[in-house]
T-cell receptor, first 114, second 112 residues
């Protein structure tokens, strides 16, 4: 596609349930980032992929959060046993290192944990 | 520590007036600097970026920003604001293939 896509656009879940958020980066972009945007916290880095490897997971807030990337393309962010404080917009960005280093963002997934 | 400060949480300007949004950063390496805009319910759109060279950079929608190393600043400007510019603006800093560090954003309101 022309840009970064994310699904679902909105997700409402009950506390304690698991959720999966999907990111499709721009074709050919080798680097992929997950960020979280919540009220009062701004935009926080979660995890970075280069290809299928995640050299930087330092932003994941707890072991309930995990992510994987397959085929150097699609990435899935999984939140297990969701808590109300996980409610936020989860943004994905991709870039092609060496081609201007600009990160292009998807529209985000708005997660609400009841 | 790496950080970005946007001192103004909310700014209101009249349509047609000039605009300056402030951004100060703290970064150990040579910074790459970005301004993104976010409209309600939307993702982040890149307005402009600075990597090197000319310290005055031009972006989309008539925006420009000036990198001042001595002041660790990268302020965003627009000579004449349009109602459609109402949005949230984020300044960010990075260095090559690294996660971006964002400021907390400045919300811009435009009044007639």
């Amino acid at each position: 596609g022309a840009g970064v896509s994310q699904s679902p656009s909105n997700k409402v879940t009950e506390k304690g349930k698991d959720v999966e958020l999907r990111c499709d980066p721009i074709s050919g972009h080798t680097a992929l980032y997950w960020y979280r945007q919540s009220l009062g916290q701004g935009l926080e880095f979660l995890i970075y992929f280069q290809g299928n490897s995640a050299p930087d997971k330092s932003g994941l807030p707890s072991d309930r959060f995990s992510a994987e990337r397959t085929g150097g393309s699609v990435s899935t962010l999984t939140i297990q046993r969701t808590q109300q404080e996980d409610s936020a917009v989860y943004l994905c960005a991709s870039t092609n290192p060496g081609r201007g280093e600009t990160q292009y963002f998807g529209p985000g997934t708005r997660l609400l944990v009841l | 520590a790496q950080s970005v400060t946007q001192p103004d949480i909310h700014i209101t300007v009249s349509e047609g007036a000039s605009l300056e949004l402030r951004c100060n950063y703290s970064y150990g390496a040579t910074p790459y600097l970005f301004w993104y805009v976010q409209s309600p319910g939307q993702g982040l759109q890149l307005l402009l970026k600075y990597f090197s060279g000319d310290t005055l950079v031009q972006g989309i929608k008539g925006f420009e920003a000036e990198f001042k190393r001595s002041q660790s600043s990268f302020n965003l400007r627009k000579p004449s604001v349009h109602w459609s510019d109402a949005a949230e603006y984020f300044c960010a800093v990075g260095s090559g293939n690294t996660p971006l560090v964002f400021g907390k954003g400045t919300r811009l309101s435009v009044i007639a």
